[in-house]
Every structure is written in C-alpha cells, then in structure tokens.
Nanobody
Framework: QVQLVESGGGLVQAGDSLKLSCRVS????????MGWFRQTPGKDREFVGA????????TYDDSVKGRFTISRDNTQNTVYLQMGALKPEDTALYYC?????????????????WGQGTQVTVSS
C-alpha cells in the first residue's frame, strides 16, 4: 500500500513563497512519476505540475510556470513543490499524487495514489 502525506500548507500573503512536501511510503519511490494537483470548492481537480522518476524532467501548467518548481529527493522518498510569487487565485487544497510510470502524466485520472491534501490560502 502506497501512502502519501503532504505538509507545508498555510496562510500567506500575495507575493510570498511557500514550500510543500509530500512523503511517500514505498520502497520503489524512484520508479514513480509524481504530480501535484489543486482543487477549489465546486471545481475539478486541476494539474499543477509533475516530475519524472529521476527528477530530470518536469512539466507545469501555464498558470504556474515560472513561479512554481517541483523537485524530488529519492533518498528521502519526498517530492517538493516550491511556490513563489503567490497569488490569491493560487488558493486551493493541494494534493500530491503518484503513478508507477517512467515518464510524466498530466491527467488526474492517470494517477493511482493520492495524499489527503494540504490547504494553501493566499490573502490579497
């Protein structure tokens, strides 16, 4: 059973930075593509970004490109989402997700495992 636990959410002001972490309980973490998604009430879960198993390739939604950075530490079974220049519209519940795959997936339905989410609130 693969379990994901996010942390690092909170209340920040517009323009601030915040770093989310997602620790994954599996012996084969380095074989997983990891994604970050976010969701606001009444809306579908939307793709934020993803990183391949080795950390050599990332992709981002246009809304966060240049402001957010995904990285991973395969020795710590952890993936990170560094968020900068935060905007009120970044306010959401942020989820990390995992799929046993050697490239990148950008669609939520492709992911097999999900964390419980961590709330990020950006005040104006």
């Amino acid at each position: 059973q693969v379990q994901l636990v996010e942390s690092g959410g909170g209340l920040v002001q517009a323009g601030d930075s915040l770093k989310l972490s997602c620790r994954v309980s599996t012996r084969t973490f380095k074989m997983y593509c990891m994604g970050w998604f976010r969701q606001t009430p009444g809306k579908d879960r939307e793709f934020v970004g993803a990183i391949n198993w080795s950390g050599t390739r990332t992709t981002y939604d246009d809304s966060v490109k240049g402001r957010f950075t995904i990285s991973r530490d395969n020795t710590q079974n952890t993936v990170y989402l560094q968020m900068g220049a935060l905007k009120p519209e970044d306010t959401a519940l942020y989820y990390c997700a995992a799929i046993y795959y050697d490239d990148i997936k950008t669609v939520a339905s492709a992911y097999d495992y999900w964390g419980q989410g961590t709330q990020v609130t950006v005040s104006s």
